[in-house]
């Protein structure tokens, strides 16, 4: 069995690793692995904390994923040999005033209907958790089973255990899917050559729609959404753990690393293709994060940088076998594509080994947008 995987950020890099570990032949399609929306993410592991009204399907998903979190990453930094920065401390979220706290109130009502775990905490008990949180902060909601990843060193973990269990990555674009009597065969790619397989996984982010030569219904009805990053350093982490605010309504987070990073987003633009980073963007960014955080404008700044989630109409992903015999989807993972990693990786390697989805990705077959 030979798979040919369009895409390596972090789904297609999981798919790879996961494949080539149940003994599946993998080559890995990308210009630039792992540059793209898996680099600038924050890595944020919040199932709970991000629970949404309407998207019970996805939170289930999402905490089916974080708990595969630690035998993944445990598994991958031996293969690898490299840290992710993987860790499970918690996630604190803050309400500034006390239109704020409604809203927090609101989302503890719909967390506890759930039955998730989380505990509200008045403005006082979240500055003992955090020190450096503004005197102003009203309350929060602590949820003590979501946490945080570096995708940085996660994709870099992932693209060394692809090489190192015998993965092939060839470093261009794939331009068109190649079909043999209505089923794909594999990619011919931007530079001319072929590249043949038994199947072909799409995993090019908000890219997944452009490969020529799909049919109209096995294409992924994916677009690109917008989301500029600050991160600053300092010598040593601000926070103890991941900080979420609600600032006079406007959401930011504050994810730190345990060498001083401090990594702040995020803006959300539907803006087509476009990254630029943009004075806007980065000041509200910066504004909110100080109002929550006085102590950042003392750190250093490290960098800004815009990148593009691949959203789907009901902001879950599209996950499991086209409209064209052969062609896998595994895209649309919208702002949860790291969180999703895990369960990605594990759900699509399952497909590509016995043809059948696992009952977990059901829910996100692709043929759920064709009616
Ligand atoms: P990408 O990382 O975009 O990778 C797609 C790859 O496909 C790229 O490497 C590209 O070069 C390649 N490609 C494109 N076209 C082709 C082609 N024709 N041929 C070959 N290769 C091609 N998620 C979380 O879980 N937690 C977070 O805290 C979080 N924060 C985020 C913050 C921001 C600002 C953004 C933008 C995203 C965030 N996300 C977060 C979402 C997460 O980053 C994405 O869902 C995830 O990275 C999607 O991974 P991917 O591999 O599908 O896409």
């Not at 993410?41 to 089916?64: C, F, H, K, Q, S």
């Not at 005033?97 to 998730?116: H, I, K, W, Y």
């Not at 293709?273 to 509200?284: C, I, K, N, P, S």
């Not at 800004?304 to 879950?316: C, E, F, I, W």
Request: charged share 25%; aromatic share 4%.
């Amino acid at each position: 069995m030979h798979v040919v995987i369009v895409g390596g950020g972090v789904i297609g890099l999981g798919i790879a690793w996961r494949s080539l570990s149940r003994g599946i032949e993998v080559t890995v399609v990308d210009p630039e692995p792992a540059s793209k929306a898996s680099r600038v993410a924050a890595g944020m592991l919040t199932p709970v904390t991000e629970a949404n009204y309407g998207e019970d399907a996805l939170l289930r998903l999402g905490i089916e994923s974080r708990d595969r979190y630690p035998s993944f990453v445990a598994e991958l930094e031996e293969v690898s040999g490299r840290d992710t920065a993987y860790r499970r401390d918690g996630v604190l979220q803050v309400a500034l005033d006390s239109d704020d706290l409604a809203v927090l109130d609101e989302l503890r009502r719909f967390q506890e209907s759930l039955g998730l775990a989380a505990e509200a905490l008045t403005g006082r008990e979240c500055r003992r958790r955090e020190p450096m949180l503004a005197p102003s902060a009203r309350g929060g909601l602590f949820a003590p089973d979501d946490g945080s990843v570096d995708p940085r060193r996660l994709s870099a973990a992932l693209l060394a255990a692809v090489d190192r269990l015998g993965g092939t990555l060839v470093r261009d674009r794939a331009a068109e899917v190649l079909t043999d009597r209505d089923r794909a065969v594999g990619v011919r790619l931007a530079g001319g050559d072929t590249v043949h397989a038994d199947q072909v996984v799409l995993a090019a982010g908000p890219w997944s729609h452009e490969l020529k030569g799909l049919p109209p219904d096995a294409v992924p009805p994916v677009r690109p959404v917008k989301g500029q990053v600050v991160r600053l350093r300092g010598p040593f982490p601000l926070l103890g753990s991941t900080v979420r605010g609600l600032v006079r309504g406007s959401s930011v987070y504050l994810v730190p690393r345990a060498d001083g990073e401090l990594v702040i987003g995020a803006t959300q633009e539907e803006m087509g293709y476009d990254t630029t980073v943009t004075a806007g963007g980065v000041w509200e960014l910066l504004r909110d994060a100080h109002e929550l955080v006085p102590g950042v404008t003392e750190l250093a700044f490290a960098e800004v940088t815009a990148g593009l989630r691949p959203g789907s109409p009901d902001n879950a992903p599209v996950l499991g076998p086209s409209a064209l015999p052969g062609l896998l989807l595994a895209t649309g993972h919208y702002r949860n594509g790291i969180l999703l990693t895990p369960v990605t990786a594990d759900a699509m390697a399952d497909v590509i080994a016995t043809g059948e989805p696992p009952e977990v990705i059901r829910p996100f077959a692709p043929g759920r947008f064709r009616d």
